[in-house]
């Protein structure tokens, strides 16, 4: 079978082309993919080409396919999986396999990073057999691809909650997950993943009482607190305040008196910035652990942490990146069930045609997820643009009439116009 795919060859090297899958295995799976979101990881590869740590072999004379945040559907299921899967069935991703090495150490071998026929900017894909020996193909039954696209972004926030942890005097155990029923800071955190954050602070099992959420841009904070408001929070016992500390002389003092005059239990920190760092450090209470969550690109950056904390008041600080396979199921469980709705985090939808362009210039477009429809040709543009593009085009008019009735959110209705009236690829 014939596939479209974006291939990368090296260095800013990617090119969309068409070539002819190998026909799979009995211990393979032929798969069509529907929808792709752009990660900045996918950015960094096109970045460092062969120098990536996840690349295992020569691009310019094997180039694989990119993207690794996919959803789509099972066309032909190899003999050696049949009695687990069927063609026909919805799948999403967990592209973290950890398959083991011959030392015994897990390597980082990752669809859209390690493989030449599996990856989510793609029409058709070949799932290779340590997908499935690693439990890495999951069965996904929400209403809408795009979803599952956002799975694994949303896993990442998910796993970052179950990493943080708490202890008490006297006792080597540490306690997982937020502080139950404390206090929480999500700082610098009303852009995408900051907005996945509130979600499930709001809507997961263990919740906080009291949220704080900061940024320093009045759109954004507007956006957030459209989205995720402090009456709904309210109805899942989550007391939530948005707050700009652009302007507010002592943030940290601020942010304590909003919180009954109490430091925090628990803070993330969403952006690579060093005052804001501190900030978080400074906002800690005893026993509280700050989560680093921004990834820097700067090998060198660093922030002041105050060591006396750590040592008498017991502060915390973890970092984590990317979510495993039971984060990705929770994910998946909980948009399906309707718990979580990471919508918010798209801001731009595509075809596949604009995957080149768009990856390499990812830092420097604004906004939030960059959705990708495989089998579709559209250019990239964003949802604020679907009104002003719909002026003088219908099928843009009507999709601006949908996020217009949605919040401007992107949403099953919009994802199914789509898929019906966008030209292909």
């Known amino acids: 079978m014939k596939t479209q795919a974006v291939r990368i060859y090296g260095q800013h090297d990617l090119r969309l082309e068409e070539f002819e899958l190998p026909k799979i295995k009995d211990d393979e799976i032929l798969a069509r993919v529907i929808s792709d979101s752009i990660c900045m990881s996918s950015h960094k590869l096109a970045m460092q080409g062969n120098n990536h740590k996840r690349v ?33 069935d919805k799948f999403a991703i967990q592209p973290a396999l950890n398959v083991p090495g011959k030392d015994g150490r897990a390597s980082l071998w990752s669809p859209g990073y390690s493989y030449q026929y599996i990856g989510g900017d793609a029409t058709y894909i070949v799932i290779p057999k340590e997908v499935m020996e690693m439990g890495c193909l999951l069965d996904y039954s929400a209403d809408s691809f795009y979803l599952g696209s956002l799975a694994e972004p949303m896993s ?22 937020i502080a139950e029923g404390g206090s929480l800071a999500l700082l610098a955190a009303a852009g995408p993943m900051g907005l996945g954050a509130i979600d499930y602070a709001v809507h997961n099992p263990r919740k906080p ?3 704080a959420v900061t940024d320093i841009d009045d759109a954004r904070l507007k956006r957030a607190a459209s989205i995720f408001s402090p009456a709904e929070a309210a109805k899942f016992g989550v007391s939530l305040e948005y707050v700009n500390t652009r302007d507010i002389a002592d943030p940290v003092a601020f942010l304590k ?3 009954g005059g109490r430091l925090y239990d628990d803070v993330f920190v969403f952006a690579p910035v ?24 700067d090998q060198a950056f660093s ?17 984590t990146s ?44 604004p906004g939030g997820k960059k959705l990708i429809y495989t089998h579709k040709n559209l250019p990239l543009t964003a949802i604020a643009d679907f009104a002003e593009k719909g002026k003088t085009d219908p099928f843009w008019k009507v999709l601006a009439d949908i996020a217009a ?3 401007q959110l992107w949403c099953k209705e919009a994802e199914d116009y789509v898929l019906k009236n966008a030209p292909e690829i």
């Open 56 to 88: 295992r072999q020569d691009l310019a004379a094997c180039p694989i396919i990119i993207g690794h945040e996919f959803c789509g559907e099972l066309v032909e299921v190899g003999a050696a999986w049949k009695s687990q899967f069927r063609a026909g």
């Open 156 to 177: 990442c926030i998910i796993g970052a909650y179950h990493a943080q942890y708490h202890t008490h005097g006297g006792s080597y155990i540490h306690n997982m997950g």
């Open 209 to 211: 009482k009291f949220l």
């Open 257 to 259: 008196e909003l919180n």
């Open 274 to 297: 060093k005052p804001v760092v501190e900030m978080g450090d400074k906002l800690l209470g005893s026993d509280g652990c700050l989560n680093f969550f921004a990834g820097p690109t």
């Open 303 to 319: 922030a002041m942490f105050n060591f006396y904390n750590v040592h008498y008041e017991f502060h915390h600080v973890v970092g």
């Open 322 to 365: 990317g979510g495993n396979t039971s984060d990705l199921k929770e994910s998946i469980t909980m948009m399906a069930a309707k718990q979580l709705n990471p919508s918010a985090l798209v801001t731009h939808v595509g075809g596949l045609n604009a995957v080149p362009e768009t990856t390499i210039n990812l830092e420097k477009i």
């Open 405 to 407: 009735k949605n919040n």
